[in-house]
């Protein structure tokens, strides 16, 4: 039994070891074939290892292929392959600010070419992917905002625009939702090197109107009710009873559109207080 067991193990052990000198073996082939390609002097040929790398979703090298032969195919018919897939393979390799450039690129040279609705498309779906934190620079957010737009109104009829919207939506949200977060700063610093109470306000105001469809409405009219509440409650004497009636209407703005808000409790607290100083 030992000895079978034994005889088992070494062939397992044997077969094991051909199938990796044949890994590795096919590997050292297809590295030598990617080495001599890109010393090719061959257009055609390293513009059909790309397709084929591409095919293959062997995107850096793809790129290497597509990117080598782009000035010399330009100008010719193959040019405007050429341009679309080395801009998709940037795509895959997920560098969504190169695709975006050279899918720009395509567009500049071929407004009305064979991939124009789809390249405009992923224009704006790069910018939509590169969108970062609401906490960070919104560079990204209103050039997708921007680009979406455009492809909804170029391609009114195109079956990706329901997803175009979704995304705008989203975009809007989070420029809405930036406003809410620079909101909720100036009304903790207070009275802090001026009056940030009246910053709170105008910035969420301004928001409710750039994005009066936003999700974050509520908390929007809310931090607006409270920053008045709060600046109310820091007046001198002369001008506490006409700040608290315009935190009671205020409160009446919040609570018609949203009678079942997340903030309705705190709201109501801040109503009676505001009504024991008016009384």
């Known amino acids: 039994m030992n000895a079978q067991f034994a005889m088992c193990n070494s062939q397992c052990i044997i077969m094991n070891y051909k199938l990796i000198i044949i890994l590795l073996s096919l590997l050292l082939t297809s590295c030598g074939e990617y080495v001599r390609l890109q010393k090719s002097t061959d257009p055609e040929e390293k513009f059909q290892a ?21 000035p010399y195919y330009r100008g010719t018919p193959q040019a405007e392959e050429v341009l679309y897939l080395l801009a998709e393979s940037y795509m895959g390799q997920k560098d969504y600010y190169s695709a975006s450039e050279y899918f720009q690129a395509y567009l500049r040279n071929f407004p009305r070419g064979t991939y124009a609705q789809e390249a405009r498309y992923q224009v704006a779906y790069c910018y939509y992917l590169d969108s970062p934190d609401a906490r960070l620079d919104q560079e990204a957010t209103y050039d997708a905002i921007n680009a979406l737009s455009e492809f909804i109104s170029v391609y009114p009829e195109s079956g990706k625009v329901a997803e175009c919207r979704k995304m705008l939506f989203e975009m809007e949200d989070k420029l809405a939702y930036k406003e809410l977060l620079n909101s909720k700063l100036y009304c903790n610093l207070g009275l802090y090197g001026g009056n940030n109470y009246l910053a709170c306000v105008t910035t969420a ?17 809310f931090i607006i009710l409270k920053a008045k509440s709060k600046e109310a409650a820091l007046s001198v004497a002369e001008k506490m009873k006409e700040r608290y009636s315009e935190v009671i209407d205020e409160y009446y703005r919040y609570a018609n ?23």
């Not at 790398?53 to 290497?64: C, G, L, N, P, V």
């Open 50 to 70: 790309g397709k084929n790398y591409f095919q293959e979703k062997k995107y850096a090298k793809s790129i290497t292929m597509f990117e080598e032969i782009v």
């Open 257 to 279: 559109a949203f009678p079942d808000g997340k903030h309705i409790k705190e709201a109501n607290r801040i109503l009676r207080e505001a009504k024991n100083i008016v009384k």
């Open 205 to 221: 105001e301004n928001a409710l109107m750039d994005y009066p469809e936003t999700k974050y409405r509520d908390d929007l009219l």
